[in-house]
């Protein structure tokens, strides 16, 4: 059995094309003109108060203030746990570690250790 073909026609859609409005440029004026005008304003302050403005800095450097000892003492010291019988006995063990093998408390010592 054959199926009965049916041909149907197919109506072509019109479009209908209105004219578009014109779109009103005077809308975005006044926004770019307030901000131009603002900007304006801003750069007249900057140079007025920058022109205006003066600053006095007075640096006093004292040299009676504390003296930093830099003397070895040959004391036992003690980092980590581990007894040392001086500074710098303790800096020459420790001075070629990798920083990845000393302890914070080692670290600090032979980056504040001075001669």
């Known amino acids: 059995?054959?199926?009965?073909?049916?041909?149907?026609?197919?109506?072509?859609?019109?479009?209908?094309?209105?004219?578009?409005?014109?779109?009103?440029?005077?809308?975005e004026e006044p926004n770019s003109l307030s901000i131009m005008i603002l900007a304006i304003i801003g750069?007249?302050?900057?140079?007025?108060?920058?022109?205006?403005g003066s600053v006095s800095v007075d640096i006093e450097i004292g040299t009676n203030s504390k003296e930093i000892s830099n003397t070895v003492t040959d004391q036992a010291i003690i980092i980590s746990g581990i007894t040392y019988s001086s500074e710098k006995s303790a800096m020459?063990?420790?001075?070629?570690?990798?920083?990845?093998i000393l302890s914070d408390e080692e670290r600090d010592f032979v980056e504040s250790y001075r001669e």
Not at 3 to 21: E, Q
Not at 43 to 52: D, K, N, P, Q, R
Not at 92 to 100: G, R, V
């Open 92 to 100: 020459e063990k420790l001075k070629f570690l990798p920083q990845s």
């Open 43 to 52: 750069i007249v302050l900057l140079i007025y108060f920058g022109t205006t």
């Open 1 to 27: 059995m054959a199926k009965k073909l049916t041909k149907t026609i197919k109506s072509k859609k019109v479009k209908n094309t209105k004219p578009k409005k014109a779109q009103n440029n005077k809308v």
